[in-house]
């Protein structure tokens, strides 16, 4: 379902294009000047993920520092879509019918619990032992958080910096 309310904005998007025999040229249409930037194409798919949920202030928080971090883009990436919920985690995969009726959504790495971002990245017993040793090496302990929208609150102080 999801793919095809995509493909609808898609075709949307190429509504009024009319061909001719011009040179073609690439334009950003979401820029006045016609070129691409990362802030215009953010602020495309945080209007898309918007449509789909109404963020709150901390939530649209986590977003922002999340793209302003110093971190690779590749990991930036990454990370983004686990907060979102887009990996193909067992239960992602069985909600899109990609696992057989068979294949247990079981965790790969426990095999206790239904296998989804949450738990792979934060609650599962593999998980949480990596976090407890990268906490030693670091020296910085922290709760892990209920789930993947960090509050806030807690990591900025009541939003001071």
């Given amino acids: 379902m999801r793919e095809e309310e995509v493909l ?19 334009k950003w249409k979401w820029e006045d000047t016609g070129i691409y930037s990362v802030n215009s194409a953010y602020k495309r798919l945080e209007g898309i993920v918007l449509g789909e949920v109404l963020w709150r202030i901390n939530e649209r928080g986590i977003f922002e520092m999340l793209w302003m971090s110093q971190a690779l883009s590749k990991v930036v990436a990454f990370a983004w879509r686990v907060i979102l919920n887009r990996v193909p985690t067992k239960d992602n995969l069985a909600l899109r019918n990609v696992l057989g009726p068979e294949v247990q959504p079981l965790c790969g790495l426990c095999d206790r619990m239904e296998e989804s971002a949450h738990h792979l990245f934060i609650h599962c017993d593999v998980a949480s032992a990596i976090w407890l040793k990268l906490m030693w090496w670091l020296n910085h302990y922290f709760i892990s958080p209920p789930n993947l929208f960090i509050h806030w609150e807690c990591w900025h102080g009541g939003g001071k910096r």
């Fill in 8 to 26: 609808l904005s898609l075709k949307e998007d190429l509504e009024g294009v009319s061909l001719n025999n011009q040179e073609d040229k690439w």
